[in-house]
């Protein structure tokens, strides 16, 4: 199986941290949520699409730089296995 790279966007949106509530009666009510988490001690790694494509690259070389060739070789009756880049 072929390893295919996506590229990632990032969401983008008028009002990204806008919710809207619909109350128990039907009615609503639209609210700006905002972050309280206390303090961060570690911040992590951000969900961007500057992380994921980086992570992609670094997927797809992994699939390019080793592929394992497996051959018989009837004239000894063994396997023969040797390494080679993989091109497609």
Same mark, same amino acid.
């Given at each position: 199986?072929?390893f295919n790279k996506k590229?990632?966007t990032?969401?983008?949106?008028?009002?990204?941290t806008?919710?809207?509530?619909?109350k128990?009666?039907?009615?609503?009510?639209t609210?700006t949520?905002?972050?309280? %988490? !206390?303090?961060?001690? #570690?911040e992590g790694?951000?969900f961007?699409?500057?992380n994921m494509?980086d $992570?992609?690259?670094?997927i797809? %070389? !992994?699939?390019?730089? #080793?592929?394992?060739v497996?051959?018989?070789?009837s004239?000894?009756g063994? $396997?023969?296995?040797?390494?080679?880049d993989?091109?497609?």
């Amino acid at each position: 199986m072929a390893f295919n790279k996506k590229t990632w966007t990032n969401r983008t949106t008028e009002y990204p941290t806008r919710r809207k509530l619909i109350k128990a009666d039907g009615t609503t009510e639209t609210v700006t949520v905002e972050r309280s %988490e !206390g303090e961060v001690s #570690v911040e992590g790694d951000a969900f961007s699409a500057e992380n994921m494509n980086d $992570l992609e690259d670094r997927i797809g %070389e !992994g699939f390019s730089q #080793v592929l394992y060739v497996v051959s018989f070789d009837s004239s000894t009756g063994t $396997l023969v296995t040797k390494t080679t880049d993989y091109t497609g």
